[in-house]
């Protein structure tokens, strides 16, 4: 069982950085995919990150040269590094990571961070 943990989170004036990490514990596999998910309140979940165990990575296109996902197998962590931040960006983050063992999928997910971004 992988459990999830999100940090970095905090508000911060427009035009300011962030750097949110996530740090998974338990039966990871550097093979997963991870994610980084955003819920701004009122909204539907969002999709703004992935990279994949190679490191290939895609972007919302909202976030697109803004945001960096980057992932350090040894650590058992993902990044997700956040310049320009725009009031739009106010959520609650998450981190996500799936993958299929044999057939089987599974996934898990993160309690989230809250990024605020306000002057």
């Known amino acids: 069982q992988v459990q999830l943990v999100e940090s970095g989170g905090g508000s911060v004036q427009p035009g300011g950085s962030l750097r949110l990490s996530c740090t998974a514990s338990?039966?990871?596999?550097?093979?997963?995919?991870m994610d980084w998910y955003r819920q701004a309140p009122g909204k539907q979940r969002e999709l703004v990150a992935t990279?994949?165990?190679?490191?290939?990575?895609t972007y919302a296109d909202s976030v697109k040269g803004r945001f960096t996902i980057s992932r350090d197998n040894g650590k058992n962590t993902v990044y997700l590094q956040i310049d320009n931040l725009k009031p739009d960006d106010t959520a609650v983050y998450f981190c996500?990571?799936?993958?299929?063992?044999?057939?089987?999928?599974?996934?898990?997910w993160g309690q989230g961070t809250q990024v605020t971004v306000s002057s």
């Open positions: 996500h990571g799936w993958g299929n063992n044999a057939g089987h999928y599974y996934d898990y």
């Open positions: 338990g039966s990871v596999s550097s093979s997963d995919v």
């Open positions: 990279i994949s165990g190679g490191g290939s990575t």
